[in-house]
């Protein structure tokens, strides 16, 4: 491995693979049309498509969105990170080789390739810290073909894609700035020993060093455009690089540490006084800037300094009133972590224990991962860890050796000259626990966890005693990790094939969706409506589907999935306050914000889990005056709405204060009758409703659906009829479709009645 072209063509296979996988999954997902872009993105990545797809188009962002935040609009350069955005459409706009494909192929692609660089950025951080080209090498493939590397890039356009490579990439450049041959002055580059050159020649070792540092920061900084998560990442690297620098003995290491931790700090600096979004928020006296002066003052003049820099800080902060401004910014991100504190990162049953923000954010990615989880992304993955684990049991069990003979067992002497682990290797390990910690608490901090997980792994020493050659046991580690990496690829490329050895374990350990499933051809027939007969009136709608309303519909929103902004989050919380409050008050919100249309989701009601609309508004309890029960029992008896669309997903009210009239016919679907629910008033006007059981029939009539459909095809017509009969006698819904493939199926022979 010691020719740089084997490194280079090794790695190019390996992104190639990565990005094939990915683009392989994101194109084999059910709502993928090779012919129509139509409703492709969710949630936010809907949202950042809509303004990638504007500066593709030549289209100036507007300063003030209205459309995505009616009527007031949001501040786009100063509430929301649009880097990533804006390299996307740039891309697509300078692309200098003819294309076929649409532009929502070409963000898929994007983000393939884009996410794919982080796996590069681990090889340069493992061989330097390890300068075992192979080991590297092969750690780096375990990473690459791993589903904690890959499934968050599938169907998404999340600011991850890029943000990542660009912290990992700033982590390797800074492994790089403190090297040790660079400390000393060798003028050869930290990766020339395994046959990578980095530009340094005889001489260079300070400006080679300072280089990387400048590098370094400059990612952090674009990281720090493109996603608000990276300053929190940027307060544990200052934590870990504080570790690292106590835990380093030299003195040459703490010299180079605090110098390149000084460039990297001073870049951070910078963007925060140069870019809009950082300004808002005054980034260059956030905490996390705060705990990088504290951690310079202490490499550079000792506790003393880091305790003056630490009072002049709070003294700052105060007096500045930073902390109302960190409260506007990031009041959920800090709430949301106490509160997973305080419950042991479980939701309390009682929501409206939970701070309102903190309540609002604590869903899908940012909910605490279960087992099934954490086995899906990192069995086997975590076998990784198995060598290094057991050559440090092993060297436990041993007598301690005098140091010559220890110098002597250790693959390289130099990095075992004090009793003290490596700083590189002392930060690297300390960002693993850290981003360990933080996976526990946050299922979107996984990625990180992978990186750092492969990368602890090339820290290995092979002991040898008298007589021994470490040759056979190093191979056999090779060989496990190839093995490994083998495993994982194969696993990624199919990862729900019951062929899967893995799910095996996993499926046990998978908690049950009990939330209710949501039709993608009936999302996408409200879509259609909406863009079709809306006239391009403003639609509210829950945040969770108001980016694919604007991206595909073209119509504008009051509220957006962006929980950065703070006043995206007031929106959301009033929207939920009204829609589980009475009628008339639900009507002065929509009229306050403009709204022509309203699309209700019938989960806003029968979802009843965590993840729900009525977890997040406070409040599980319904009763028979709240505007939710009026819209998906009695929109017949609604003041200012009329019900102009419906399928059994969605209904669509027209908001019309001055319309009194009957409500338009539509076929009756069972979802929306109340007598299904075995419906019971308390006293105290409290509605109790037996939705477990109306979703238990539905998914019993699903997966007779299902069943019949595959018997159907296989040529199996008398056992069809039978699934298709089960189907439609637990619950007589999908509109007419089951209907008609029976009547079909039959021959004629059997006639339904369509409207039932």
Known sequence: MRNAWAQVACLAALVMLSVHVKVKHSTGLPRFNPADDFGYFKVESALQYRYASMVARGEPVPEIDRDAQYPEGIRTSRELTMLMEDLTGWTWRLWPLPTHIDFRMFVILWVAVVSSLSIPALYVAALRLSADAPLAMAVTWVYGLSWASIGDFIGSYTFQCLALPLIFWSFAFFCLAIGRQVLEGEGRSPLAGGGLSMGGGPGNGVAARRGYACVSGLLMALALASWHVTRFYLGVFFAAAAWAAWRGAARDFRKAMGEALGILTAWCFLAGLALPVLRESRFALSPTMLAGYVVLAALARGPKAAAAALAAGAVLFVALGQGSVEASSYAHTYRILWDKLRFLLV??????????????????????????????????????????????????????????????????????????????????????????????????????????????????????????????????????????????????????????????????????????????????????????????????????????????????????????????????????????????????????????????????????????????????????????????????????????????????????????????????????????????????????????????????????????????????????????????????????????????????????????
């Not at 729900?496 to 939330?515: G, I, K, Q």
């Open 347 to 756: 939701k309390p049953p009682d929501p409206a224990a939970l701070d309102p923000d903190a309540r609002l954010l604590w869903a899908g990615p940012f909910n605490s991962p279960g087992a099934g989880f954490l086995v899906f992304n990192f069995v086997p993955l975590v076998l990784i860890a198995l060598p290094r684990l057991g050559l440090a049991f092993r060297k436990a069990k041993a007598p301690c050796p005098r140091p010559a003979v220890l110098a002597r067992a250790c693959r390289f002497e130099q990095d075992w000259k004090t009793a003290c682990p490596p700083g590189g290797w002392a930060m690297a390990d300390a960002l693993a626990w850290l981003c360990a910690l933080g996976t526990a608490a946050l299922a979107r901090i996984a990625p990180f966890l992978a990186f750092f997980l492969c990368l602890g792994a090339a820290r290995l020493r092979v002991p040898t005693g008298v007589g021994q050659s470490p040759t056979g046991l190093r191979l056999a580690v090779l060989v496990g990790l190839a093995a490994l990496a083998a495993a994982e690829g194969l696993r990624s490329s199919a990862p729900y094939s019951r062929l899967n050895p893995f799910m095996l374990v996993t499926a046990p350990l998978m908690a049950e969706d009990d939330r209710p499933m949501v039709s993608l051809s009936n999302e996408r027939q409200a879509l259609k409506w909406l863009k079709e007969r809306s006239g391009g009136r403003p639609v509210l709608a829950h945040f969770g589907i108001s980016g694919p309303i604007l991206a595909y519909s073209g119509t504008p929103v009051p509220l957006n999935p962006k929980c950065e902004s703070a006043s995206s989050r007031r929106k959301s919380l009033a929207f939920l306050a009204a829609l589980y409050g009475g009628v008339e008050g639900f009507g002065r919100f929509c009229a306050e914000h403009g709204a022509a249309f309203f699309v209700y989701g019938t989960g806003y009601l029968l979802d009843e889990t965590k993840d729900g609309a009525r977890y997040a508004s406070g409040s599980l309890r319904l009763a028979e005056g709240q505007a939710v029960v009026a819209f998906h029992f009695h929109p017949e008896r609604l003041k200012g709405f009329r019900l102009v669309y419906q399928n059994p997903d969605f209904r669509i009210f027209a908001v019309d204060t001055q319309w009194r009239g009957p409500a338009a016919e539509f076929p009756q679907d069972p979802v929306y009758d109340l007598d299904r629910f075995s419906a019971k008033t308390s006293p105290d006007g409290t509605l109790s409703l037996d939705v477990a059981g109306v979703l238990s029939r539905m998914k019993v009539h699903r997966n007779e659906l299902f069943k019949a459909r595959l018997l159907a095809k296989m040529g199996q017509r008398e056992a069809a009829l039978e699934a298709y009969g089960r189907a439609l006698s637990v619950w007589p819904s999908q509109g007419g479709a089951a209907r008609e493939e029976i009547e079909r199926l039959s021959g004629g022979s059997i006639k339904l009645d369509h409207q039932r």
